[in-house]
């Protein structure tokens, strides 16, 4: 997780930069557009990664000791 975020802060700016200089004459709104799209794509893995990387919780491990 912490590789990720690492890759993701230097590669993240770079990459919304670029977009937002080639679509500022388009309009300035469509980068905030792309943003939002890669954000819904992105979040359920990122929340998935997440729980995989955090191990199995206390009332999962009694559920299944019990």
Do not use: K, N, Q
Not at 1 to 26: E, K
Not at 51 to 61: L, Q
Request: aromatic share 10%; with cysteine; hydrophobic share 45%.
């Amino acid at each position: 997780m912490v590789r990720t975020a690492g890759v993701s802060g230097i590669v993240g700016p770079l990459a919304f930069t670029a977009l937002y200089g080639a679509t500022i004459d388009a309009g300035d709104g469509w980068v905030w557009v792309c943003g939002t799209v890669l954000y819904v794509l992105c979040a359920p893995a990122f929340e998935r990664a997440a729980r995989e990387c955090a191990g199995p919780t206390r009332w999962r491990d009694r559920a299944v000791h019990d």
